[in-house]
T-cell receptor, first 118, second 110 residues
Framework: GAGVSQSPRYKVAKRGQDVALRCDPISGHVSLFWYQQALGQGPEFLTYFQNEAQLDKSGLPSDRFFAERPEGSVSTLKIQRTQQEDSAVYLC????????????????FGSGTQLSVL | KQEVTQIPAALSVPEGENLVLNCSFTDSAIYNLQWFRQDPGKGLTSLLLIQSSQREQTSGRLNASLDKSSGRSTLYIAASQPGDSATYLCASLNTDKLIFGTGTRLQVFP
């Protein structure tokens, strides 16, 4: 696709429900990142994939958060037993990075999924 | 742990003014410093990327500088326009991930 696509655009969940957020990266992009952005704050890193391998999940706030990218393209962020503090915009980004580390490539962000937990 | 701070948190200026947004970071061992723009309800758009070996980058009316030794970067916007109204975020690349500041909300009024 032309850009990073995220769905749904908005999600309202009752406390305790499970949610799944989807990210379609730009075709051919190897690296994929998930960020969480609370209202009025900057994005905070959650996890990073290179192809299907989850290389860094140090930002996931608890074991209720789980991310996968089984075929190295589409990724899903799952939040189990949602709580009010999970309310935020969840941003997905991809880059063409095809080595373990590159300092010059830019990230392309999706519009995010706004999650509201009531 | 890297901490990135942006000041001011909000800025409102009349059209045509030149303005400077500030970004500071605590760990100077960065690989690059990036500036992004975020419009309400939208994702982030990359504006400028400065490698750690560089001092500045320019794109149109935007100029970003980097001083690693002092842990500072500035984004200079020349001849501001109402269309520049947005939140501007800086981020440092540390290891494999970007660490973001909290942003500066800019409003340029006609």
């Amino acid at each position: 696709g032309a850009g990073v696509s995220q769905s749904p655009r908005y999600k309202v969940a009752k406390r305790g429900q499970d949610v799944a957020l989807r990210c379609d990266p730009i075709s051919g992009h190897v690296s994929l990142f998930w960020y969480q952005q609370a209202l009025g704050q900057g994005p905070e890193f959650l996890t990073y994939f290179q192809n299907e391998a989850q290389l860094d999940k140090s930002g996931l706030p608890s074991d209720r958060f789980f991310a996968e990218r089984p075929e190295g393209s589409v990724s899903t962020l799952k939040i189990q037993r949602t709580q009010q503090e999970d309310s935020a915009v969840y941003l997905c980004a991809s880059s063409i990075r095809d080595t373990a580390f590159s300092t010059n490539e830019k990230l392309f962000f999706g519009s995010g999924t706004q999650l509201s937990v009531l | 742990k890297q901490e990135v701070t942006q000041i001011p948190a909000a800025l409102s200026v009349p059209e045509g003014e030149n303005l400077v947004l500030n970004c500071s970071f605590t760990d100077s061992a960065i690989y690059n410093l990036q500036w992004f723009r975020q419009d309400p309800g939208k994702g982030l758009t990359s504006l400028l990327l400065i490698q750690s070996s560089q001092r500045e980058q320019t794109s149109g009316r935007l100029n970003a500088s980097l001083d690693k030794s002092s842990g500072r970067s500035t984004l200079y916007i020349a001849a501001s326009q109402p269309g520049d109204s947005a939140t501007y975020l800086c981020a440092s690349l540390n290891t494999d991930k970007l660490i973001f500041g909290t942003g500066t909300r800019l409003q340029v009024f006609p």
